[in-house]
């Protein structure tokens, strides 16, 4: 089975491209974005990944002002054989420059939710390190991800208004991962599994000339799983950004979070990060949170609309949160990303907290499956 790639030198195993190499169920290839005010006063999420062997192509667009609600616009359909179909519905991602700007488009729909959005690199692709991971005998994750920030310029539309993306006022982080993950869903035959636990902690930062991450997979007991830090250069335009990678880029030695969270939930009230060095300076880095968005808005968790699961040949769907109605009990809500306002005690910055607890975890005193802090 060809498509156009096959036409570039990127082959890295004999079989053509549309074909990967391994037939699990769970492999997926995914763009994501975020982006968010310098001041916290909104937040949309972007997210586009296609299945090759559940056969499907889905993609999700969600957006939150300030005191608003969160809307959110989702849409899937039967994967295309080629990649380079990067749309789905009136939804599509348009690489204009590979690396250094991307264009996201969402026509005007019955779900009120539109937006035309392009985004500009301000810093080189940053590679995270592999992350694999099993349960009992079985690889459930096996991921390569890089990172990159930017900016974004355009508008955004939605059921109660909408605003103008000024690109100096509106950063923004580009995720791009690919391998295997854990997708859900019922699998036929077997034996019934556990319910599995995770917390994941991601902290992209962006500060006057340069920019911080921090990401941490953790087991029950806090013992870390994985944990990178790095810092890296920030460019004052794309023009200015040295190439696909940078030699500026620091990694850390390590890297530690302390997470308070509000009572009767898993959100957290105010977290730090410290980021320790080769030398072994520390650089505590204190976060306060700004605005909150679900991360089911983009299908993460989503009771109906998870992600990798067959919705029909081509459907979209529409839905609203108001964010004070919102059980933060239930664990479809339990998974965030917070705007946050930083400071290391000279320098202030900008950027987004992620966190998804799920399970067991002794720091934070939950010793279930999704019960919550203590009130």
Known sequence: MLNLFDDYPVHQTPEPIAHPATSDRNVYDRTWFNGYAADGAYYF???????????????????IERNGRQHCFFGSRRAPRERTEMHC????????????????????????????????????????????FY???????????????????????????????????????????????????VEPGGAPQPRGSICFVWAPLIWDDHVSNAIFF???RGEPLFR???TAPLYASEAAVPGVEDDGEARMAGTVHR?????????????????????????????????????????????????????????????????????????????TQQVVRVDDGTRRGIGVLE?????????AGFSEFADVAAR
């Open 135 to 185: 349960t009992g005998t079985r690889r459930t994750m096996d991921a390569t991800r890089f990172d990159q920030f930017g900016r974004w310029s355009g508008e955004v539309r939605h059921p109660d208004g909408g605003f103008s993306v000024r690109d100096d006022a509106c950063h923004g982080t580009k995720d791009r991962s690919w391998g295997l993950r854990n997708l859900g869903g």
């Open 45 to 63: 999420g972007i997210g586009m990944a296609i299945y090759p062997h559940r056969g499907i192509l889905d993609c999700a667009f969600s957006v």
């Open 355 to 363: 966190q998804a607890v799920y399970g067991p975890y002794a720091p």
């Open 218 to 220: 953790d087991g029950t």
């Open 228 to 230: 990178q830090a790095y």
């Open 89 to 132: 519905g009136p939804f599509r991602i348009e690489i204009l420059e590979p690396m250094r700007r991307a264009r996201v488009v969402l026509d005007d729909n019955p779900t009120g939710i539109a937006c035309d959005l392009t985004f500009s690199a301000r810093s080189a692709a940053i590679e995270e390190m592999r992350q694999t």
């Open 259 to 335: 997470i308070a969270y509000h009572p009767g939930t898993r959100l957290a009230r105010t977290a730090e990060i410290d980021l320790v060095a080769l030398d072994g300076a520390v650089r505590t880095i204190r976060c306060e949170p700004l605005l909150r968005f679900h991360m089911k808005g983009l299908g993460y968790f989503h009771p109906t609309w998870a992600q990798g699961q067959w919705q029909g040949e081509l459907v979209t769907h529409g839905e609203s949160y108001d964010l004070e109605g919102l059980d933060l009990a239930q664990p479809e809500n339990f998974h």
